[in-house]
């Protein structure tokens, strides 16, 4: 009952949008012929309705109904139309405001009587503002829709990490960072085999993944458990888990498998892949006569719509000795919130979970997501009282299936 009710209620919602968007649609449109003025009418009407029915779709049928590439392009449809609408918005209600302070002009003001009466058009809508609007929403939606193609665009960024405290024999270590695979995502295996090759292409010395292999259940691994097998290197292959590994976006049991039971088969699939998955805890690296510190938790995050699942003081005990610690975990507000507080001795942190959004801008001297409004630390390098921070812009993508602006990244750190 709850559900239809919500359902009805954004139903309306979204009607309260059309009629708004329409009317300004109705405004650039009334010069055009009476044929015109239909053919734009209709399609309009058309599309809202499609996407209502859409939405119905998604919400009373089963993830396997239609296939996963299908229901994946068919939401990031009806988001990109919905955005469009609310781009649109933005600028008619920027016009609305100045009609508003218009009128209350001409209401009360003598001067204002006068050119009131002068001007009978001056509360019109403004065709120019209007057009603005569509041209802004047609552009996000475009973008949206030019995404698509990038979803797989992977991109090496290589950079050094610098610290004194790093010991002679790791200067020059090579290590690969890989976060957010997102396996339910996928369409496209060969695809992500290329993704893979770059990997092994850069011979790293140790391959580090930040959590979220799946998005919500283990049997995403399905047709890529070889693919992920091949990511190997000299010092291992090391991996956490992600928020939305543990299922917690699922309406369970599926298919007769509790929750637990997914957690259970998921960290199987990292000892099948030759992953070592590190729960709340430590190991020690060797290379030549030195040793450092590689810690993993699990998800923690400083937002309340994340769980906090990692034990740091638990994975860092026994560690204070070593000069050089690297910490996985896979939300970058974890470092603020509580490795710079209270573990001032960690060297360097490796996060993911923001996709940089997978919708922004990046190019030398400027950055932009809007991502960056709910994660002051949402992609790149960071560097904070000695400490440092990477937060990669994942391998895969969840949701949107596409890239703009912010690609797929694989992340080559060499210590030095």
């Keep these: 009952m709850r559900s239809t009710l919500g359902f009805t209620f954004f139903c309306l919602i979204l009607f309260l949008l059309d009629l708004y968007v329409f009317k300004a649609v109705k405004h650039v449109i009334s010069a055009n012929s009476v044929r015109s003025r239909f053919w734009i009418t209709f399609t309009y009407w058309s599309v809202s309705v499609v996407m209502l029915i859409s939405l119905f779709f998604f919400l009373n ?20 139309i919905l955005l469009a609408k609310l781009t649109a918005s933005v600028f008619l209600l920027i016009d609305d405001g100045r009609r508003f302070i218009q009128w209350i002009y001409v209401r009360f003001s003598k001067v204002g009587i006068i050119a009131g009466a002068s001007s009978p058009d001056i509360l019109s809508r403004s065709t120019f503002i209007s057009w603005i609007g569509f041209a802004a929403g047609s552009s996000l939606f475009g973008s949206l829709v030019y995404g698509f193609g990038n979803k797989y665009s992977y991109r090496v960024r290589n950079l050094k990490i610098k610290d004194e ?16 695979i997102h396996a339910g995502s996928f369409t496209d295996q060969a695809a992500v085999e290329s993704g893979v090759q770059k990997i092994m292409d850069q011979q790293p010395d140790l391959i580090l993944f930040t959590g979220d292999l799946v998005n919500d259940m ?34 369970w049991p599926v298919k007769g498998v509790s929750k637990e039971q997914n957690l259970l088969d998921l960290q199987k699939i990292h000892a099948d892949l030759g992953w070592r998955l590190l729960m709340n805890e430590h190991v020690v690296l060797e290379h030549g006569d030195d040793k450092i510190a590689l810690i993993g938790v699990e998800n923690w995050s400083a937002k309340s719509a994340f769980p906090k699942r990692g034990v740091l003081s638990r994975a860092y005990e026994g560690c204070e000795s070593y000069p050089f ?11 603020e919130a509580e490795v710079q507080t209270n573990y001032s001795d960690i060297n360097l942190s490796l996060s993911g979970h923001t996709h940089g959004m997978q919708f922004g801008v990046e190019m030398p001297g400027f950055r932009w997501s809007p991502v960056q ?44």
Aim: charged share 20%; net charge positive.
């Design 165 to 180: 405290k790093l010991p002679e024999s790791f200067r020059g270590l090579k290590i690969i960072q890989i976060s957010d």
């Design 373 to 416: 409004y709910v994660y002051k630390q949402w992609a790149g390098l960071y560097e904070s009282k000695g400490q440092k921070l990477y937060v990669n812009r994942g391998f895969g993508f969840i949701g949107y299936p596409g890239r703009v602006g912010i690609m797929p990244e694989i992340t080559v750190l060499e210590l030095t």
């Design 61 to 80: 049928t089963t993830p396997d109904l239609g296939g996963r590439k299908l229901r994946s392009y068919l939401f990031a449809m009806i988001a990109g």
């Design 325 to 335: 610690k690297i910490l996985m975990t896979h939300d970058p507000s974890h470092w």
């Design 218 to 251: 283990a049997t995403e691994m399905a047709g890529y458990m070889e693919v992920f097998g091949k990511l190997k290197a000299p010092m291992g292959v090391y991996s956490i888990l992600g928020n939305h590994d543990y299922g917690d976006y699922v309406k």
